[in-house]
């Protein structure tokens, strides 16, 4: 029996091509297929989370939104893999600075994730897993970046299941900044363990679109620029 169309992605065997740019919001999957893609077309609408398939520089690539938090993109990538024969998923996405290296606008390759998820939990390990992310996207995603004149930073991101800590003296991203982990998303973490289960790739490129150390945080018109430049290295290396 077939597992598709799955519960959450109405697209037929074929719709995808084999690398899916996944940012979280549905609405920025429908700009990137309207501004960058040519042909894009339309291959899933389930709860309005759009997916696309087109073509960049006459690459096929797709496009679609994971939602916010690893349940959600759990399910996105897990489908995508398994079911509809997709190789490689870019997550391209903001996150908060928690090192004072790090400014806003800079764009960040997630190596590895740690986490608070109980995401992991699943694979029934007695120790801990260490999700990284694949080497070849993250290689080429550095040199893309150096091409158009972004850097890449690579380094360890936090994947948090909580976007509004309760105490922010117990919070997760402030005892991991002191490892070095230089910023704190929401999706990273299960999108690489299901690529690492799947024997599948992954990576998470990040902008900075605000700082817990500083404060500092990049309107919506600041965040659309910067996000062109993570977006244009993304279909770069798709
Ligand atoms: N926390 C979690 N996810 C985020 C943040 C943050 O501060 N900023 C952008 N994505």
């Known amino acids: 029996m077939s597992n598709i ?3 959450h992605i109405n697209a037929k065997q074929g719709d995808f091509a084999r690398t899916v740019l996944m940012p979280g919001d549905p609405l920025r ?4 297929a309207e501004t960058f893609l040519e042909d ?7 709860r309005g989370v759009q997916g696309y398939t087109g073509a960049y520089k006459g690459k096929r690539v797709s496009v679609m939104a994971s939602g916010m938090g690893m349940p959600s993109i759990g399910i996105y990538s897990y489908e995508l893999y398994n079911f509809y024969g997709v190789e490689n998923i870019i997550r391209i996405g903001t996150a908060g600075a928690i090192n004072a290296k790090l400014k806003v606008r800079d764009v ?3 190596m590895s994730a740690y986490s608070t998820s109980n995401y992991g939990y699943q694979f029934g390990l007695d120790g801990v897993l260490a999700p990284c992310c694949s080497y070849e996207l993250l290689s080429a995603a550095v040199k893309a970046g150096e091409a ?3 850097p890449v930073v690579p380094g360890p991101i936090l994947s948090s299941d909580v976007f509004y800590e309760h105490n922010n003296a117990l919070s997760a991203s402030s005892k991991v900044a002191k490892l070095g982990v230089m910023c704190v998303e929401m999706e990273a ?5 299901n690529a690492a289960a799947a024997g599948k790739n992954a990576l998470a490129l990040l902008t900075i679109s605000d700082s817990l150390i500083t404060g500092e945080s990049l ?3 600041e965040r659309q620029t910067s996000f062109t430049k993570m977006m244009e290295i993304a279909l770069e290396i798709a």
Not at 29 to 32: A, D, E, R, V
């Open 219 to 221: 309107s919506a018109e």
């Open 5 to 7: 169309p799955t519960p």
């Open 108 to 110: 960040v390759a997630a």
């Open 189 to 193: 973490y299960a999108l690489y363990l």
């Open 40 to 46: 894009p077309v339309l291959v899933n609408n389930v």
């Open 148 to 150: 158009i004149g972004q």
């Open 29 to 32: 999957s429908k700009f990137i």
